[in-house]
């Protein structure tokens, strides 16, 4: 998950539990405040009940201005008054339409007009349609004299304040949806905005490469964590093109100081051999000396290649070539080093493959890796070169039925001087460079190289070409 979604994630569900802890709270607060008022105007209506009853002749007074609510309350309340006998000398309208049975608040006696009320409870009850009714209750016991005491109950129906809870709870339900859609396109927005920076670095960085390293990111705020890390990037950076720069220009003052003491050291051998004088161990000796020389030339114009093609623009000379007919000479020019250890080299390709690229940079591409490939496999084995097309691009691979690569290797095989069978390598002459020289000319086509074991014996190395190179790149 991108850190985008993460953060936004995060956001939403700090929200939601804000959300949810501020709706818990507007709704249980909101109830308690509305049973609390129901509690207080049934204490209020019992007290006026027990203060306007006669217990002598059960008559309750409800005449006169000042007992005006009491009316009201009677004839929307749920009233009862029972005696000491649990008779019930007075009933509301609506006590005689429901039957409710409000419990007793306990065996206390109390004085006269001292009141205990019973904690407040809701009573459920359902009848045949299966419709709720729910009451809020009072239950009040009163004392006037030894001989007359009387029970009053009274309750008020919560249909009202439950439709209230119901429609407080959409109102907080569809709030809270409202406000978690406009926190998810905020966040977004916000953390998009705020991750841009990073993604301008991402794509910056990305650009930078041994022959781009001249790029730098733009630092837009020098205050924040991101101008910050982008600085330490630059520095990174500057660091990496003093270290690569002095590596290349040591590579090239290196090769360039040493070709001119190697030729002078070669043509005095090689006048030396022609000199009758010696003798012809001695000769011989000279001549394995020359060849010595010469590997170390050739080592060192590889080493002068490589320093130049890690250049910023390399000079090639791109241009429209016959793919094929590379190939073709390649086959041809190693057919003598095949035959010498007796393997057979097939060549498969079509009648033309017209490619943008360097013809003399192709060739040294798919000749150090036939060359590797028969310095490699044992006598009297098999090599092949094919190329085919590859969608708008080319495929070409190299095939043979060697001892292979071992598994561990296979990531390393292109990189500079590293050699699988070292003392092998010695001996046939071989610096490490040849592949590694194969790969810097596939990518300086914007191609691909990649090696792979065979199912069966041997090791395939596959380039891969797109179809216009020198499109997106200029190498001139």
């Known amino acids: 998950m991108q850190i985008k979604s993460r953060i936004t994630a995060w956001y939403l569900g700090v929200t939601l539990a804000i959300l949810l802890a501020f709706g818990i709270s507007i709704y249980v607060g909101m109830r308690h405040l509305l049973y609390s008022a129901m509690d207080r105007e049934l204490e209020r209506v019992a007290q006026q009940v027990a203060e306007n009853f006669d217990p002598a002749t059960n008559h309750l007074t409800t005449a006169g201005e000042r007992l005006l609510n009491l009316k009201r309350a009677i004839d929307a309340y749920h009233l009862v008054i029972i005696n000491a006998d649990q008779d019930t000398v007075f009933q509301s309208s609506t006590a005689r339409t429901v039957t409710l049975d409000i419990p007793s608040p306990g065996e206390q006696e109390q004085e006269?007009?001292?009141?205990?009320?019973?904690?407040?409870?809701?009573?459920?009850?359902?009848?045949?349609?299966?419709?709720?009714?729910?009451?809020?209750?009072?239950?009040?016991?009163?004392?006037?004299?030894?001989?007359?005491?009387?029970?009053?109950?009274?309750?008020?129906?919560?249909?009202?304040?439950?439709?209230?809870?119901?429609?407080?709870?959409?109102?907080?339900?569809?709030?809270?949806?409202?406000?978690?859609?406009?926190?998810?396109?905020?966040?977004?927005?916000?953390?998009?905005?705020?991750?841009?920076?990073?993604?301008?670095?991402?794509?910056?960085?990305?650009?930078?490469?041994?022959?781009?390293?001249?790029?730098?990111?733009?630092?837009?705020?020098?205050?924040?964590?991101?101008?910050?890390?982008?600085?330490?990037?630059?520095?990174l950076f500057d660091r990496l093109q003093d270290s690569f720069d002095t590596q290349q220009q040591f590579m090239a003052d290196a090769a360039h100081e040493l070709k001119n003491p190697l030729a002078i050291l070669r043509a005095h051998l090689e006048g030396e051999i022609n000199n009758p004088e010696l003798s012809d161990t001695l000769k011989s000796k000279l001549v394995?000396?020359?060849?010595?020389?010469?590997?170390?030339?050739?080592?060192?114009?590889?080493?002068?290649f490589l320093a130049k093609s890690d250049e910023t623009n390399p000079s090639w000379d791109f241009r429209d070539v016959d793919l094929a007919e590379v190939i073709r000479d390649v086959g041809s020019d190693c057919q003598v080093l095949a035959e010498n250890k007796h393997q057979s080299l097939a060549v498969d390709t079509p009648r033309t493959a017209r490619f943008h690229g360097d013809p003399?940079?192709?060739?040294?591409?798919?000749?150090?890796?036939?060359?590797?490939?028969?310095?490699?496999?044992?006598?009297?084995?098999?090599?092949?070169?094919?190329?085919?097309?590859?969608?708008?691009?080319?495929?070409?691979?190299v095939k043979d039925n060697g001892p292979g690569?071992?598994?561990?290797?296979?990531?390393?095989?292109?990189?500079?001087?590293?050699?699988?069978?070292?003392?092998?390598?010695?001996?046939?002459g071989g610096s490490g460079l040849g592949l590694a020289i194969a790969r810097v000319i596939a990518e300086g086509h914007l191609g691909k190289l990649t090696v792979e074991n065979n199912n069966g014996p041997g090791c395939s190395f596959t380039v891969e070409l797109p179809a216009e190179p020198a499109a997106s790149r200029n190498m001139n």
């Open 112 to 235: 006269m007009l001292t009141v205990e009320i019973q904690p407040f409870t809701r009573f459920n009850f359902n009848n045949k349609d299966q419709n709720s009714f729910s009451f809020r209750a009072i239950s009040k016991k009163v004392r006037y004299n030894e001989n007359y005491n009387i029970r009053i109950g009274a309750a008020l129906p919560l249909a009202e304040i439950e439709a209230s809870m119901d429609q407080l709870f959409l109102a907080l339900l569809f709030s809270a949806l409202l406000v978690l859609a406009g926190m998810a396109a905020g966040g977004y927005v916000l953390t998009h905005k705020t991750l841009d920076p990073v993604n301008d670095i991402i794509t910056k960085a990305q650009k930078i490469s041994r022959t781009n390293l001249s790029e730098r990111i733009e630092i837009r705020n020098e205050r924040d964590e991101l101008g910050k890390l982008s600085r330490v990037l630059n520095d």
């Open 288 to 304: 394995q000396d020359v060849e010595t020389v010469g590997r170390m030339n050739y080592l060192i114009n590889n080493l002068q």
């Open 360 to 397: 003399t940079r192709l060739y040294q591409l798919f000749f150090n890796l036939v060359e590797n490939a028969i310095k490699y496999t044992q006598n009297g084995g098999q090599v092949s070169i094919g190329l085919k097309q590859d969608g708008p691009g080319y495929q070409v691979k």
């Open 405 to 428: 690569i071992p598994p561990n290797d296979l990531p390393r095989v292109f990189n500079r001087f590293y050699r699988v069978h070292k003392d092998r390598s010695r001996q046939s």
